[in-house]
């Protein structure tokens, strides 16, 4: 959540429950030039312990860190270098820490193009360790780790997954759906098919229009999606061919069972539908009907392949939400 002085703000930490608290502590942050952390205990339920109304029964620790336009190393210029980064970033950040190292707060970022020697006096092999256990699991770890001076320093490691990036094969209207729900989710659109069938609108909000003979020149990684939704059979199975061996997430194709039985015979495919990596028909089965309604549910099926989900009610999830 990032407040400016002025009191506005975007983003959020819970929803709606403690921002309006956050808010006034995030400007007492600012104008004292001071880090601080609040712990919001609303196990017990009692509205008045913290002074706002909750219903969310949790415990939750925020940092309230002020930013420092004057340091080049600030949190928003971290993440302009993050945003530039090829793959993921790492991001460490002192949670909590003696008063007297005034540390809270500070943070470092290792990308693909950088290495960190100081650790804050932190031993490198020890804190490394844990950051190869972050990369592997994807997911952000808070350890206690001890400085060569015996200080007791909390790390957040936390992992960055760079922008999802969608290529979108097709050129008819109901791309423009799936263009417009890929945008609010913050993912990198870029669309082959021919340019001038694009809508202007959906043309200004892709990050890049290839026509179908330059789908060679994309790059494509382990933060890719690809979805076919040409509605050309032979555009499909000129393409397939030359995606399905990438190591990517995702490959979708719109259709029936019946048409990708018919690509598997004519390209001699064996069994495309048990590769892990590809869906077809395309999307969570929501009973969608409109492009926008098959959009979002393409877009769900992304983020649940992205995430290792099976994409199914959180109501016959046995266990806590998030792990």
């Known amino acids: 959540m990032l407040v400016s002085s002025s ?11 403690l921002e309006g608290d956050a808010l006034k502590r995030s400007q007492k942050a600012i104008f004292s030039k001071q880090p601080s952390v609040v712990v919001y205990d609303t196990l017990d339920d009692d509205d008045n312990q913290i002074g706002v109304g909750l219903g969310c029964n949790g415990r939750i620790e925020v940092l309230f860190s002020p930013i420092d ?3 080049a190393k600030n949190p928003i210029e971290q993440l302009r270098i993050m945003e530039q980064a090829k793959g993921p970033s790492i991001v460490l950040k002192v949670v909590d820490c003696p008063d007297a190292l005034n540390l809270l707060g500070q943070s470092k970022i290792i990308t693909s193009d950088s ?7 932190i031993d490198a092999h020890k804190i490394q360790s844990t950051i190869s256990e972050v990369e592997v699991k994807k ?13 007791k320093l909390n790390i957040l490691i936390e992992y960055i997954r760079p922008e999802t990036k969608l290529v979108i094969v097709g050129d008819n209207y109901d791309v423009s759906a799936l263009v417009g729900i890929a945008c609010e ?3 990198e659109c870029h669309i082959v098919g021919r340019r001038k069938k694009i809508s202007k609108t959906t043309f200004q909000l892709a990050k890049a229009v290839y026509e179908y003979e330059s789908f060679s020149d994309l790059e494509l990684d382990e933060y890719t999606a690809v979805i076919l939704m040409t509605h050309d059979y032979n555009w499909d199975k000129k393409i397939l061919p030359q995606v399905i ?3 990517i997430p995702y490959i979708g194709m719109l259709g029936p069972k019946k048409r990708l039985h018919k690509m598997e015979r004519d390209l001699d495919l064996k069994d495309l539908d048990q590769l892990h990596h590809f869906y077809s028909p395309v999307g969570l089965d929501i009973g969608a009907e409109s492009p926008e309604e098959i959009a979002l ?26 792990e």
């Open 7 to 17: 009191g506005q703000w975007v983003g959020g930490i819970s929803g709606g429950c």
């Open 245 to 247: 061996d990438k190591e």
């Open 139 to 151: 997911r952000p770890i808070v350890r206690l780790f001890t400085t060569a001076t015996n200080a």
């Open 185 to 187: 989710l913050g993912w």
């Open 297 to 322: 549910a393409i877009a769900a099926e992304i983020v649940a392949a992205f995430r290792s989900k099976k994409g199914s009610p959180l109501k016959f999830k046995k266990g806590v939400i998030h």
């Open 115 to 121: 290495k960190l020697d100081d650790y804050w006096g």
């Open 69 to 71: 336009p004057n340091d």
